[in-house]
């Protein structure tokens, strides 16, 4: 459900914190007081694009932001967000926020990560359907018919089944045509994964070598400095007159001197000797080291070629050795794939053959489940509607399939949903023919269709935040009532807003805000406010022609008749 709706600077308002409550909310108001702004605030915030003369004049920027409570939409819904790399919702909280301001800098965010406006709109279907005249209409969408008679059916099983085989076909034809290519491209893929392949495996390349090799060539590259440096410290410390050991030699021969004279000497020529022993292993390392740092060209170039070659195949293959070895092992799979492409190609048609023949058997099960579920939708929905003013309207649905034969050319057009198409076709007067949905101008016709469909499908529609707006247009009396009565049932099951002139309408509600302007500092403000029980009655009068007894007894009635 909506929990929270955030407005800066939109249109006439200019702060404005709406907590919404679970159930029916009701928003009504004078003409231009600023409901609509509450309809436009919401599809910014579900993906709509964004008008710059949307912004408050006097400001340079607008934002909006609404919070939803996601726990009634489950795993489905988190797994979603995975998919997409959104941040997962803290105590299943979603926070969507939109900004944008007059010099067309436009941000939007999901949980406080930055998103795209197709991801927001992406996320918006599973959260609100809005039904009014400035909205994006599901209902007139071939595949939410589809989904609405599937709910109705209780089919969304035998359709997830029948999605899950157009995918597993859809992954053998993604398979088959990595393999079917002409003759010239596939000698030429040859080629280039024998040599790839070949190129790696001759490397014979260890994952942790890179640093060794590395290392190795430094050292072989300065031999000559490092020969020199080695024989420099040999001089100093042993190789000539003035060397470290031919000075410890004197000193050692002053210390026993020093000890003959005073015994308690002793521990410094115990030193002494441990000073000459490892001046004489730092010796025989330094001796050691020149030997290996001998000037070997050879050895050199061994080197220096072996470094070259990993270089050259990580700008090929890999940033790393290891990515490189990773690609040799891709590129032998792709090798030995395409090396038996015809039995590949065997096996690969034989299952999407297969899996053909089960896309049809379950296609057709399908289909003819549907053909049994709509009668009995149309003349559910058709019931609604009757209650809505529509007497003698009925709703009728088409169902389409594919024969056999257009299967059979072009088994790949399927998608996950069947193999029908649909049309909701609606005759509001007895006497006219029956007119898809989509060709239906008036949006309070349409808006009560809808009602009617979300009145049969209040327990299986998943979605769970239903905005109805100008849904009581050209009705009164009775029909209100009814509407009113629709609205509420509705809201047993899910969140409903609706913003409404009639007082009917709007008695039934849980929670009733009125929406009015005011005009502060030479600046007109529009803002929403939640009413009490004694606020109610005042706007339900209001609503019913004025203040007078009559109309505050009325609404006092109306509100009496709800509890």
């Known amino acids: 459900m909506l929990t929270t709706l955030r407005i800066k600077n939109l249109a006439l308002v200019s702060d404005l914190t709406l907590e919404l409550q679970p159930g029916y909310n009701v928003i009504t108001g004078e003409t231009g007081a600023g409901k609509s702004i509450l309809i436009g605030a919401l599809n910014l915030t579900l993906g709509e694009r964004a008008d710059r003369a949307l912004i408050r004049t006097g400001s340079d920027s607008c934002a909006v932001e609404a919070v939803f409570d996601i726990s009634r939409l489950g795993v489905p819904f988190k797994s979603f967000l995975e998919e997409n790399g959104l941040e997962p919702c803290e105590d299943h909280q979603l926070v969507l926020k939109r900004a944008f301001t007059s010099a067309g800098t436009n941000r939007q965010f999901i949980n406080g990560s930055p998103t795209t406006l197709n991801i927001l709109a992406a996320v918006g279907e599973w959260l609100v359907d809005i039904h009014g005249p400035h909205e994006h209409q599901s209902l007139l969408h071939p595949a939410r018919q589809l989904a609405i008679l599937d709910a109705f059916g209780s089919l969304d099983g035998e359709r997830e089944a029948f999605g899950e085989i157009v995918r597993r076909r859809a992954g053998l034809e993604a398979e088959k045509a990595a393999l079917i290519v002409d003759e010239k491209t596939y000698a030429q893929q040859l080629d280039l994964l024998r040599f790839q392949v070949q190129e790696i495996a001759a490397a014979r390349l260890q994952p942790e070598e890179e640093a060794q090799v590395e290392q190795d060539y430094r050292r072989a590259s300065n031999a000559a400095r490092l020969l020199q440096l080695s024989?420099?410290?040999?001089?100093?410390?042993?190789?000539?007159?003035?060397?470290?050991?031919?000075?410890?030699?004197?000193?050692?021969?002053?210390?026993?001197?020093?000890?003959?004279?005073?015994?308690?000497?002793?521990?410094?020529?115990?030193?002494?000797e441990q000073a000459v022993a490892l001046a004489r292993e730092l010796q025989a390392g330094l001796?050691?080291?020149?030997?290996?740092?001998?000037?070997?060209?050879?050895?050199?170039?061994?080197?220096?070629?072996?470094?070259?070659?990993?270089?050259?195949?990580?700008?090929?293959?890999?940033?790393?050795?290891?990515?490189?070895?990773?690609?040799g092992g891709d590129a032998s799979r792709k090798l030995q794939s395409l090396e038996q492409r015809e039995a590949e190609l065997e096996r690969i048609n034989a299952g999407i053959e297969k899996l053909e023949a089960?896309?049809?058997?379950?296609?057709?099960?399908?289909?003819?489940?549907?053909?049994?579920?709509?009668?009995?939708?149309?003349?559910?929905?058709?019931r609604q509607l009757d209650d809505l003013g529509f007497r003698q309207s009925r709703l009728d649905i088409t169902l389409a399939a594919l024969d056999h034969a257009e299967f059979t050319r072009h088994p790949s057009r399927v998608t996950h949903q069947g193999l029908d198409t649909i049309e909701f076709q609606f005759a509001p007067n007895p006497g006219e023919p029956p007119r898809p949905l989509r060709a239906i101008a008036s949006s309070g016709e349409l808006a009560r269709v809808m009602l009617a469909l979300k009145t049969v499908l209040a327990a299986e529609d998943r979605i769970p935040v239903l905005v109805f707006d100008e849904v009581d247009a050209n009705v009164g009396g009775e029909t209100a009532n009814a509407v009113g009565d629709k609205m509420r049932q509705i809201a047993e099951k899910r969140q409903v807003l609706c913003i409404t002139h009639l007082p009917q309408v709007a008695a039934p509600a849980s929670a009733h805000f009125v929406a009015a302007k005011h005009v502060r500092a030479g600046r007109t403000l529009s803002e929403i406010t939640r009413l009490d029980q004694k606020q109610r009655v005042t706007e339900l009068a209001r609503m019913l022609g004025g203040q007078t007894d009559a109309a505050r007894k009325h609404a006092e009635a109306l509100l009496n008749a709800e509890a």
Do not use: M
């Open 231 to 272: 024989q420099v410290a040999l001089d100093l410390l042993s190789e000539n007159e003035a060397s470290l050991l031919t000075q410890a030699g004197t000193i050692g021969r002053t210390l026993q001197e020093l000890q003959r004279v005073d015994p308690a000497a002793e521990p410094l020529v115990a030193l002494h």
């Open 358 to 382: 089960e896309l049809w058997r379950a296609g057709q099960a399908l289909s003819a489940k549907r053909r049994k579920v709509i009668p009995q939708l149309g003349k559910s929905v058709s």
């Open 287 to 327: 001796v050691h080291y020149a030997d290996r740092a001998d000037v070997d060209p050879a050895q050199l170039q061994q080197v220096e070629e072996r470094l070259n070659l990993i270089h050259s195949l990580k700008r090929k293959y890999g940033a790393t050795v290891p990515e490189v070895i990773a690609f």
